[in-house]
């Protein structure tokens, strides 16, 4: 996931916690679900305040969408900012449950 300039930022899965983390230098931006067979209600994302409005958000949805395709997954947005995400982003509108 890189872009012009920009580290390439890894979004990984975490189980256990029920949430994808995102390691950023302003520490762990977060997108919180729930599993329901396989769809996941996404509810709640967040971005380390020194961070926001410079595109993280973006970059942690984008890699949990793609993660989601790539798992054969459907998402149900609960988020505010990845139902926009994905309303801006036709082609993650697939995933959608």
């Known amino acids: 996931m890189t872009t012009g300039n920009d580290t390439a930022y890894a979004v990984r899965d975490n189980p256990e916690q029920q949430r994808f983390e995102m390691e950023t230098s302003a520490g762990l931006a977060v997108a919180e679900y729930r599993r329901d067979g396989d769809t996941l209600i996404i509810f709640h994302t967040e971005v380390p305040p020194a961070l926001r409005g ?3 958000g973006d970059k ?5 969408l793609e993660d989601v395709r790539r798992r054969n997954l459907k998402v149900v947005p ?3 900012f990845v139902r926009e995400f994905v309303g801006s982003h036709p082609e993650y509108r697939d995933l959608i449950a």
């Open 54 to 56: 410079q595109g993280m």
């Open 60 to 64: 942690l949805v984008r890699g949990v």
């Open 78 to 80: 609960r988020c505010w």
